[in-house]
Every structure is written in C-alpha cells, then in structure tokens.
C-alpha cells in the first residue's frame, strides 16, 4: 500500500504563484511515475504533469511554461510550482503515484 498527502492548496490571486507538495509513504519502492491531475466543478479529472523515476516529464497543453512538476526521491516528495496561475486552474488538485494510488486531494482557488 501507498499513502499520498498533498498540501499547498489555498486562495491565490490571478497571476500569482502556489506551490503543491505530495508526500508518499508505505510501499513506495512500487512506484514510478508520479503525477498531479486535478478536478474543477462538473468536470471529468484531467493529467495536469507527471514524473517518472527516471525524471521524464510530460505537462498538459494548458500548463507549459507556468507550472514545474519537481521529485525528490530521497524525501519521497512530488512538487507541483505554479506560476501564472490563471481562473481556469481552479480546482481540486490530486497526487498520483504508481498503480492507482491517489491522495486526498486539496482545493486550489484562484480569485480574479
């Protein structure tokens, strides 16, 4: 089993910065790609970036160049920075890692 908490949500102007941070426990030699997908009201959930172990990156369309996925493999922690935030990015934000493992997921807000 692997546990993943995320933290660094909260209320953020338009054009200004966040930072999420996932910390992963138990089992996590089984994991290797980590990612962070979020979910905005009346809307399927959708891949915001993903890390693999070997650090390979892939970031949706819609977050290129505002926002960096960051892992830490010593501390078992995945950081999402977000920059430029926009009103479209409001959502909960949730952790992924390995097979199907997600956090509890944390509540992003951008206000205009």
């Known amino acids: 089993q692997v546990q993943l908490v995320e933290s660094g949500g909260g209320l953020v102007q338009v054009g200004g910065s966040l930072r999420l941070s996932c910390a992963a426990s138990?089992?996590?030699?089984?994991?290797?790609?980590m990612g962070w997908y979020r979910q905005a009201p009346g809307k399927q959930r959708e891949l915001v970036a993903t890390?693999?172990?070997?650090?390979?990156?892939t970031y949706a369309d819609f977050v290129k160049g505002r926002f960096t996925i960051s892992r830490n493999s010593a501390r078992n922690t995945v950081d999402l920075q977000m920059n430029n935030v926009k009103p479209e990015d409001t959502a909960v934000y949730y952790c992924?890692?390995?097979?199907?493992?997600w956090g509890q997921g944390t509540q992003v807000t951008v206000s205009s």
């Open positions: 992924h890692g390995g097979s199907d493992y």
């Open positions: 138990g089992s996590i030699f089984s994991i290797n790609t």
């Open positions: 890390i693999t172990s070997a650090y390979v990156i």
